[in-house]
């Protein structure tokens, strides 16, 4: 039956879709946001992909007004450190909050939103960022 099949999956992918996927270097254990081959603390290229806890905390964060190629006129926007719940920092655009509701010590969860629209295809890029929990 197509309902008990489609319904499982649809499930199934947007958990996927959820995953927070970091990197740790197999040699001096950095942990990396997002995965990449070569470690940027030690320089090694021996990095496993491992999958993040999705909950931290705001470390500090800013407002930004004059965004990269790519994000302009979705200034102003918000990006934090944040350190999840194993103690790795990623930095990451926050949402669903004015700037002058953010502190220090927030709780936060990743979601999954879209970043950005490109012309003149339309291609729209999806991504993690993250919203406070409450
Ligand atoms: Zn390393």
Not at 8 to 33: D, M, Q, T
Not at 80 to 86: C, F, G, K, P, S
Not at 113 to 134: D, T, V
């Amino acid at each position: 039956m197509v309902w008990s099949e489609s319904v499982p999956r649809f499930w199934r992918e947007r958990a996927r879709k959820y995953r927070l996927v970091g990197g740790r270097c197999r040699k001096c254990n950095s942990i990396v946001y997002p995965h990449r081959s070569v470690c940027p603390h030690c320089g090694a290229e021996n990095m496993e992909p491992i999958e993040l806890p999705r909950r931290g905390k705001v470390v500090t964060f800013s407002v930004v007004r004059h965004p990269p190629r790519g994000f302009e006129g979705k200034e102003p926007f918000l990006v934090a450190v944040i350190e999840l719940e194993n103690g790795a920092r990623v930095l990451s655009q926050l949402v669903d909050v004015h700037p002058e509701d953010v502190k220090e010590g927030m709780e936060v969860v990743a979601v999954f939103r879209r970043y950005r629209e490109q012309a003149p295809n339309g291609i729209i890029e999806y991504g993690i960022k993250f919203r406070p929990l409450k």
